[in-house]
């Protein structure tokens, strides 16, 4: 998974990817392939590393239940894009460090190494 | 579209993305969110820049008939991610130009803005 193995594999434009790499990495593609959630992790994302939003900042945001945007925000985590904490009332969703720049490694990486060669 | 232009938008981490700008890339990441379409792209990726892959080279590395594979070709295409091209019997495909480096920028971009800070 890209938030947990920075190595899965060494790129998208790398080599041809492989069953599992592929099925895996799909899983995150897909769960960034809908447009509240990429619009859910850009409200997170946006409040930069370390940094988190309360789920009561999210809802208001659309027009869409409370269960139907904790559903999409599960998807995200389930992708290990996103991890979440309940504190009180609330439950809390900040950005996995490095998930994003290693999604970005693996689409660009090979392509800059072409380039130096 | 990442494809065309690259100033769709800051970066998903740099603010909010509206409505149309999520809509537009979600239709990317939903191209990618498929493993056939994201070994499809791999294998066609991992050609480098300017090159391209005959699809007859494509259709033999999967278990799944000719019409299926130009299917899952035509949403790559459609995402704007490859173009094609047909000359005789065969259609050869290959990644638009700097496509997956926009994609990958519009991931990590403002991130990196934000380490420089």
């Given at each position: ?54 789920v009561c900042e999210l809802t208001p945001a659309f027009e869409l239940s409370q269960p ?50």
């Amino acid at each position: 998974m890209i938030g947990q193995d920075a190595a899965c594999c060494a790129g998208l434009s790398a080599a041809p990817l492989d069953d599992d790499q592929a099925a895996e990495l799909a899983k995150v593609f897909k769960a960034l392939g809908d447009p509240v959630r990429l619009r859910l992790m850009s409200m997170i994302a946006s409040r930069g590393e370390g940094g988190e939003v309360c789920v009561c900042e999210l809802t208001p945001a659309f027009e869409l239940s409370q269960p139907t945007i904790s559903h999409h925000l599960k998807l995200l985590r389930q992708a290990g894009l996103i991890d979440c904490e309940r504190r009180g009332t609330w439950v809390y969703y900040w950005v996995l460090p490095g998930v994003l720049d290693r999604l970005a490694a693996f689409l660009s990486a090979p392509q800059s190494a072409g380039a130096s060669a």
